[in-house]
């Protein structure tokens, strides 16, 4: 009689050891490919501060009022921007993230955008969109008083990006600078300054104009 043998091999330590670099490997790639893409979003939110800073104080120079404080900014620009209804007094009035298009914090985007100096054009008074899902905003004054003059601020940053936003273009501190930050909210900038940045935090952040 033949007696057949069913042989059942189980992995090597070889086999063993392969399998978990390549598992290693693949975890690291990821890991690696996240971080490439928040850096690229650290990056993009660099240059749009930047960028509208620089905007923001062309529009003052060339038109000698700020954008959204500018009464004749709809005879300037006719047919691109909506009636002024608010009061000229040398501030951008409203927080960051009014939800009121009629504020002079949206304002401030229809006169960026008639001037031809922010690109992106509907709807004309919308805050742009940030990389971190959140939006950019002018408000005048932050936290209470920390900030007086006018500020442009980030919506729901995460701790980590904004700890490296801080750090490049600042003192890399949460609560001292020309940017400082509060945990996330609604209603503007205008609670109270956190005491440093947590990885698992997100933060409206502020940059002094």
Do not use: H
Not at 86 to 113: K, Q, Y
């Amino acid at each position: 009689m033949k007696f057949q043998k069913n042989a059942r091999r189980g992995f090597t330590l070889v086999e063993l050891s392969i399998v978990l670099v390549i598992i290693g490997l693949i975890i690291g790639g990821v890991l690696t490919g996240q971080q490439i893409i928040q850096n690229a979003r650290i990056t993009n939110a660099i240059n749009a501060i930047q960028a509208y800073q620089a905007q923001f104080q062309t529009y003052t120079q060339n038109y000698g009022a700020l954008p959204g404080d500018d009464s004749n900014a709809a005879t300037r620009f006719p047919n691109s921007v909506p009636p002024y209804t608010g009061i000229v007094n040398g501030v951008v009035d409203g927080a960051f993230d009014s939800s009121d298009p009629t504020t002079e914090s949206r304002l401030a985007w229809a006169d960026l955008r008639a001037a031809s100096l922010v690109k992106n054009q509907v709807p004309v008074t919308a805050q742009p969109p940030n990389p971190f899902n959140g939006i950019y905003g002018f408000q005048n004054g932050a936290f209470g008083g920390v900030f007086t003059t006018t500020v442009l601020c980030l919506s729901s940053v995460p701790g980590s990006a904004a700890l490296a936003i801080d750090s490049r273009l600042d003192d890399g501190a949460s609560g001292t600078g020309n940017i400082q930050a509060m945990l996330s909210g609604t209603g503007g900038a205008n609670g109270t300054v956190a005491a440093t940045y947590d990885s698992a935090q997100t933060y409206t952040l502020c940059v002094r104009m």
